[in-house]
């Protein structure tokens, strides 16, 4: 299996959305009910509101196999706001190859703190990455409570080219 690491493009939104109802419909099935998960994607078709949201951020896309396998998008001050894969995807290096760039892309801007909002699949994750629960939060989703975890990771003092 090849992993290939991409920047998105805008006719990628629909694909990113695809993926992100499977992620949550199926890949995060264990620990959400179908209700709660019905809330958090209600929508099969990609909303109009998604081209949008993703243009404001920096993502990246994994494909493998000729398939977008997932993806994870940051804002420019460090805050993970996707990261999504395929079910078929996890457990396959694919989260890490995605992850791997976003925490370069916050070095490379001198960022020393990056933050995220981990739902119960997403926290083992980060936290092998070194990330740190700073806060469980139960947040309303149209009608439904969902269990997340506010998520820090200290970067350290930005690399000063100078010294």
């Known amino acids: 299996m090849s992993v290939?690491?991409?920047?998105?493009?805008?006719?990628?939104?629909?694909?990113?959305?695809?993926?992100?109802?499977?992620?949550?419909?199926?890949?995060?099935?264990k620990h959400y009910t179908p209700a709660q998960r019905q809330a958090w994607a209600p929508y099969t078709d990609m909303p109009d509101t998604w081209p949008g949201r993703l243009a404001v951020l920096n993502v990246w896309v994994a494909e493998a196999d000729g398939e977008i396998a997932g993806f994870m998008a940051?804002?420019?001050?460090?805050?993970?706001?996707?990261?999504?894969?395929?079910?078929?995807?996890?457990?396959?290096?694919?989260?890490?190859a995605l992850y791997d760039v976003i925490l370069e892309r916050?070095?490379?801007?001198?960022?020393?703190?990056?933050?995220?909002?981990?739902?119960l699949l997403a926290r083992p994750f980060f936290a092998r990455q070194g990330w740190q629960v700073d806060k469980m939060e139960i947040v309303d989703i149209n009608g439904e409570q969902l269990k997340r975890f506010a998520m820090s990771l200290t970067l350290g003092a930005p690399h000063d080219p100078t010294l």
Do not use: C
Not at 74 to 96: K, N
């Open 4 to 29: 290939a690491i991409r920047a998105y493009h805008r006719d990628d939104a629909k694909g990113l959305a695809d993926v992100f109802y499977e992620a949550i419909h199926t890949g995060a099935a």
């Open 106 to 119: 916050a070095r490379s801007a001198n960022l020393t703190r990056m933050t995220t909002h981990a739902s």
């Open 74 to 96: 940051a804002t420019p001050q460090g805050y993970i706001d996707f990261a999504y894969l395929r079910p078929r995807w996890m457990g396959r290096s694919v989260a890490q």
